[in-house]
């Protein structure tokens, strides 16, 4: 079936550094979706791209969508340590069907 | 601001019990969603609803079944539980717009034994 391909699995990084995580998937996406689950959290939903190489940002993050919506990132600037947690990407396929990247968990060292 | 509430934060069950989990959301969402979490696996969709009386399997609904009588309320039962069925499950409300992003209750971390 389709996947959405999610890397890296983990990140660990020196509070200040970038951080990137990336998606990939099999077919091409109607649109993608981003999340943030803090540790002990929720999924807490963070912005959706529709577009084909739609860039959006919010404050220190940006996300890419690839030109052919097969792929897409996350990057964030200058990481702090309100920025730990997980990251999942989600892509919507053909039928609206959403499919979840396996996340990246990220660990900013202060 | 929507607000998706599950029943239990945390459930120790035994080996074949029947088990209910229960999600509440008041938003008056059409979409109702049950995922699994596990380890490096992302989130699994179980079962959706777009409607009362309305389900649809998702990619692993096997051991699983759902009921939603209401439209506030979306019930995930576990017919008769095993010890792979140990996890965090999540559950989601989203508008009746196929592309409307989805909001996650705390979840439910259930232990078999």
């Known amino acids: 079936g389709q996947q959405v391909m999610q890397i890296p699995q983990y990140q660990h990084v020196q509070e200040g550094e970038d951080f990137t995580t990336y998606c990939n998937s099999s077919t091409t996406l109607s649109n993608i979706q981003w999340y943030k689950q803090r540790p002990g959290g929720h999924p807490v939903f963070l912005i959706q791209?529709?577009?084909?190489?739609e860039v959006k940002k919010q404050k220190r993050l940006t996300f890419q969508f690839g030109e052919a919506k097969k792929n897409s990132s996350l990057h964030i600037t200058a990481t702090q340590t309100t920025d730990v947690g997980t990251y999942f990407c989600?892509?919507?396929?053909?039928?609206?069907?959403?499919?979840f990247g396996s996340g990246t968990r990220l660990l900013v060292r202060p | 601001d929507v607000k998706v509430t599950q029943s239990s934060r945390y459930l120790v069950k035994r080996t074949g019990e029947k088990v209910f989990l229960e999600c509440v959301q008041d938003?008056?969402?059409?979409?109702m969603f049950w995922y699994r979490q596990d380890p490096g696996l992302g989130l699994r969709l179980i079962y959706f609803s777009y409607d009362v009386k309305m389900k649809e399997k998702g990619d692993i609904p096997e051991g699983y079944s759902v009921s939603r009588e209401k439209k506030e309320r979306f019930s995930l039962i576990l017919e008769s539980a095993s010890t792979n069925q140990t996890s965090m499950y999540l559950c989601?409300?989203?508008?009746?717009?196929?592309?409307?992003?989805?909001?996650f209750g705390n979840g439910t971390r259930l232990t078999v034994t």
């Open positions: 938003m008056d969402h059409e979409n």
């Open positions: 989601a409300s989203s508008r009746a717009e196929r592309v409307s992003p989805l909001h």
């Open positions: 989600a892509g919507m396929d053909s039928s609206y069907k959403l499919i």
């Open positions: 791209l529709v577009k084909s190489g």
